[in-house]
């Protein structure tokens, strides 16, 4: 069926049972009447741009030249002849790949704590509003919070200098060899709450009855969290690492203002360098089609996601 | 003491060790950015740090107030996050009903597209909406933010409403019907007003996404009074590099709105961040 029909009618639905539409064929239209809306708004923000995405990586110069031509697949090519875009890949790929174990240990340490029955409800209660606090602050505050506290005349290094860890003043963000870390430090921070959050829904639904059995068995408790707790939190953990493994790949906003992608492309992502090839070079086509290589990676992993989520 | 108590009481003391750790990790950076903001510029370097201020001042708050550009980005900010959310509400909530009460061809397809479309990375379509928002000659306004933002608050706002909508019963739409009404009027009479948690946990988290929002907002806007409060705080940090006081006061008050939400509709907060990995 055709999305033809014009969503304003919706009112008047009722009106519709006097109209040459058979009674059967009006009830076929009307939920797609409901969907209409968002079908025709995801075709123009979703369909459409991913191939005028598509159109513009196979063409010379889009945006930019008004008489862009067909090129075929030379912009890939000269995309990934590109070290930068390698170098920029791996970065994405260690970047993402640190995020999401941490985010996985932290948040599953949290949730452990904050559902531990040795600590008053009330306090867990308090904490848990406290704990989630990094996951409210936008990528940009985030970005600024560890600059300054990460700066070479900032806290961190007065403090690590005072205990002697460090013996002169580190520029975290803006010497090659610390850059990445930080940077990955940073997003470590702000994502574990998801997964402490998830997760710890997921902890209050294990049945006690196993633990206690487990116990008279003879367990101790790392046996019970081997065998009872991570087999029962495996869904749960599966299907945000994938999510969070999506998203963090599309890391922008937190390097483009840590780091810029910089000291020398040391902290270079995959969106930095495709968004200065567009929007600081210009060159649109190449541009697009890097652009597309990531939705291709993307759209891979989400797949995955998709096929095990249907398993479940 | 008894063996068996020690043995009680060490985990307990190392659970509340791992919670104040978790405390200080989680706590400390936002404290100290709420403190910077509220000192001088000299004092948010002095040696040896100090978390509290020695000299408490509202200057850095003050001279935000009192330069209109910068007040400029907050009612940017607001008045784009409003629209989409009430936008986002509105289309989620007719879309949400329509997969919730109804089977039709492509349904699940549908359902399936609108999961996956929360994957799409936003640099991929920033290139062609780019294209698209200057033919359309709408570059630089609040409709490139308002119709873009779209994108991505609508599949976690009908992914959630889908979910509210399948708790509650369909005997009432039933009942609507019987009486001679039609589906329409039964979604608006009946169910809206019982759906209303649902549809303020789908508001609240829809807000919290378009207001956070960045690379569409740096990239779909060029003059400095159509900047949103994170591109303001970008601008500040490019323009001032060392105004810190200021761009912590900047971020306290780009924050204040979302953790007031976030004190007031904490349940909902955290239905709207889990929707899209339990729902899916």
Not at chain 1, 126 to 135: A, G, K, N, T
Not at chain 2, 61 to 72: A, H, L, M, Q
């Amino acid at each position: 069926m055709t999305k033809v029909l014009d969503p304003s009618l919706l009112p008047q639905a009722s009106l519709w049972s006097r109209s040459w539409l058979s009674h059967r064929r009006k009830r076929q239209c009307v939920p797609w009447l409901y969907v209409a809306p968002a079908t025709l708004l995801f075709t123009a923000l979703m369909l459409f741009p991913m191939v005028t995405v598509l159109r513009y990586s196979l063409m010379d110069g889009a945006i930019a030249k008004k008489d862009s031509s067909f090129v075929g697949i030379r912009n890939y090519l000269e995309v990934v002849a590109d070290p930068i875009f390698w170098q920029a890949a791996a970065q994405t790929l260690y970047f993402t790949v640190v995020s999401v174990i941490f985010h996985l240990v932290i948040g599953l340490a949290f949730a452990q704590l904050l559902n531990s029955d040795r600590v008053d409800p009330a306090i867990r209660g308090v904490l848990r509003v406290l704990f989630i606090l990094p996951w409210l602050y936008t990528a940009v505050i985030i970005a600024i919070i560890w600059r300054l506290l990460l700066d070479p005349n900032g806290v961190v290094n007065s403090v690590l200098m005072t205990l002697h860890i460090i013996d002169f003043k580190v520029e975290w963000f803006s010497s090659p060899g610390t850059a990445l870390q930080a940077v990955t430090f940073a997003n470590i921070w702000a994502g574990y709450p998801l997964y402490m959050v998830s997760l710890l829904a997921a902890l209050q639904g294990i049945s006690k009855e196993l633990y206690e059995a487990a116990e008279l068995d003879g367990a101790n408790s790392i046996q019970s969290f081997v065998h009872i707790t991570v087999p029962q939190l495996m869904p749960v953990i599966v299907s945000i690492a994938l999510l969070d493994f999506i998203w963090t790949l599309q890391v922008f906003p937190l390097v483009w203002m840590t780091t810029g992608g910089g000291p020398i492309h040391a902290t270079e992502m995959l969106s930095t360098y495709t968004y200065k090839l567009a929007f600081s070079s210009y060159k649109f086509s190449l541009a697009s089609a890097s652009a597309v290589l990531i939705l291709a990676m993307s759209m891979s992993v989400t797949l995955v996601y998709i096929k095990y989520q249907k398993a479940r | 003491m008894t063996r068996a108590r020690r043995k009680k009481k060490l985990p307990t003391i190392l659970t509340y060790l791992g919670l104040l750790a978790g405390l200080v990790f989680a706590g400390f950076p936002i404290l100290w950015m709420v403190f910077a903001s509220v000192k001088s510029n000299a004092e948010i370097f002095a040696l040896p740090p100090r978390l509290l201020p020695e000299h408490f001042t509202l200057m850095a708050y003050g001279s935000i107030f009192s330069d209109p550009t910068k007040v400029r980005f907050f009612l940017n900010s607001y008045f784009v996050a409003a629209m989409v959310t009430l936008l986002t509400v509105l289309v989620a909530i007719v879309t949400a009903y329509g997969l919730s009460r109804y089977t039709f061809r492509f349904k699940n397809a549908l359902s399936v597209f609108i999961i996956s479309t929360q994957t799409v990375p936003p640099i991929t379509l920033i290139i062609p909406y780019f294209g698209m928002v200057v033919s359309m000659k709408i570059f630089n306004t609040y409709y490139a933010l308002i119709l873009t933002y779209l994108v991505f608050t609508l599949p976690y706002a009908i992914l959630l409403m889908v979910g509210y909508l399948n708790t509650i019963p369909r005997d009432l739409d039933e009942a609507v019907k019987v009486d001679g009404g039609s589906s329409w009027t039964a979604l608006w009479l009946v169910i809206v007003p019982l759906a209303v948690p649902g549809i303020v946990a789908t508001a609240v988290y829809t807000f919290l996404l378009a207001w956070n929002e960045f690379l569409f907002a740096l990239t779909l806007t060029k003059s400095t009074e159509m900047r949103t409060v994170p591109i303001g705080i970008e601008l500040l940090m490019g323009q001032h590099a060392f105004e810190w006081n200021e761009m912590m006061a900047m971020s306290v008050l780009g924050s204040l709105p979302l953790l007031v939400l976030y004190m007031i509709a904490q349940r909902w907060f955290l239905a709207g961040m889990m929707a899209g990995s339990v729902k899916a």
